[in-house]
Nanobody, 115 residues
Framework: QVQLVESGGGLVQPGGSLRLSCTAS????????MGWYRQAPGNQRRSVAD???????EYSESAKGRFTISRDNAKNTVYLQMNSLRPEDTGVYYC?????????WGQGIQVTVSS
């Protein structure tokens, strides 16, 4: 059974930081491209950052320079370090794992940026 479990969300003031974690089980983690997606109320789920099995990273325009995605294959975990958070970063953040057509999602975790 595949599970992706996110943690680290919560309420933070504008300009603050959070680190999200996603721990996977039931997959060969080191083969998967891992990513973080955000879904704001009334909007589609959109990619924030991805990291391939070789460590290549891609970011959305809004995430560049503020967010960092990383992975620890020994812990089957992918991270998203979010700095200089803005109110528009608010939403439910989902972890996604992809490999050769196999796509798996976490249950999502709320991040709220508000004063």
């Amino acid at each position: 059974q595949v599970q992706l479990v996110e943690s680290g969300g919560g309420l933070v003031q504008p300009g603050g930081s959070l680190r999200l974690s996603c721990t996977a089980s039931g997959i060969i983690f080191q083969l998967y491209t891992m990513g973080w997606y955000r879904q704001a109320p009334g909007n589609q789920r959109r990619s924030v950052a991805d990291i391939t099995r070789t460590g290549y990273t891609e970011y959305s325009e809004s995430a560049k320079g503020r967010f960092t995605i990383s992975r620890d294959n020994a812990k089957n975990t992918v991270y998203l370090q979010m700095n200089s958070l803005r109110p528009e970063d608010t939403g439910v953040y989902y972890c996604r794992g992809y490999c050769s057509g196999d796509v798996n999602w976490g249950q999502g975790i709320q991040v709220t940026v508000s004063s």
